[in-house]
């Protein structure tokens, strides 16, 4: 069964940084195609970053575009989100989700197209 389990949410001032993380359990994380989402209160669920099953391409969210970084480590099957320059808009309950790719080189950034998700980790920054 596929787990996934965020860490590292929390408190922050506005332009401070945070790196959340995202464990895998249950599968073959290195054939998984792995995003990061996030959802503000009354907001809908919007995406933040995709990365391919290798780690070697990326996409982002223009809101997000030279502030955060994704990341990932097949050996420990975790993906990792930095985020620097936090702003009080980045507020949001952060979700890491992963599917089976059968192409390495395909990102992934609509929720639709995830299968597994993880339970989230809040990021509130202050201002």
């Known amino acids: 069964q596929v787990q996934l389990v965020e860490s590292g949410g929390g408190l922050v001032q506005a332009g401070g940084s945070l790196r959340l993380s995202c464990a895998a359990s249950?599968?073959?994380?290195?054939?998984?195609?792995r995003g990061w989402f996030r959802q503000a209160p009354g907001k809908e669920r919007e995406v933040v970053a995709g990365?391919?099953?290798?780690?070697?391409?990326?996409r982002y969210a223009d809101s997000v575009k030279g502030r955060f970084t994704v990341s990932r480590d097949n050996a420990k099957n975790a993906v990792y989100l930095q985020m620097i320059s936090l702003q009080p808009e980045d507020t949001a309950v952060y979700y890491c989700?992963?599917?089976?790719?059968?192409?390495?080189?395909?990102?992934?950034?609509?929720?639709?197209?995830?299968?597994?998700w993880g339970q989230g980790t809040q990021v509130t920054v202050s201002s």
């Open positions: 990365i391919s099953r290798s780690g070697g391409r990326t």
């Open positions: 989700a992963a599917r089976y790719e059968p192409l390495t080189v395909t990102v992934r950034t609509t929720d639709y197209e995830y299968v597994y």
């Open positions: 249950g599968g073959t994380f290195s054939a998984y195609a």
